[in-house]
Nanobody
């Protein structure tokens, strides 16, 4: 089992920044691909960003590319999502998720492939 707890959400004006954190406990964090997903009211959960367990590979949704940065600190069992130039359409509940992978370079964008999920943290971007 892997337990995930997100933090860092809040209310921010458009153009502002937030940094989300996801603290993991349980099984070996460094064996898991970590992803961030978001879900806006009335919409399906969507992929935002993912990082391989080595940290050497990352992948982003087109909608956040160039504005968001995913990173991880395996020594602290934590993954981060730095969000800059926020837009109102970024408003959503952001969830982190973990997927076991034997490959240090592999990243996964399919939410169905993730085994563990956090409860989420609300991000609200106002005009």
């Amino acid at each position: 089992q892997v337990q995930l707890v997100e933090s860092g959400g809040g209310l921010v004006q458009a153009g502002g920044s937030l940094r989300l954190s996801c603290a993991a406990s349980g099984r070996t964090f460094s064996s898991y691909v970590m992803g961030w997903f978001r879900q806006a009211p009335g919409k399906e959960r969507e992929f935002v960003a993912a990082i391989s367990w080595s940290g050497g590979s990352t992948y982003y949704a087109d909608s956040v590319k160039g504005r968001f940065t995913i990173s991880r600190d395996n020594a602290k069992n934590t993954v981060y999502l730095q969000m800059n130039s926020l837009k109102p359409e970024d408003t959503a509940v952001y969830h982190c998720a973990a997927a076991y992978s034997p490959d240090s370079w592999f990243v996964n964008t399919d939410l169905h492939e993730y085994d563990y999920w956090g409860q989420g943290t609300q991000v609200t971007v106002s005009l």
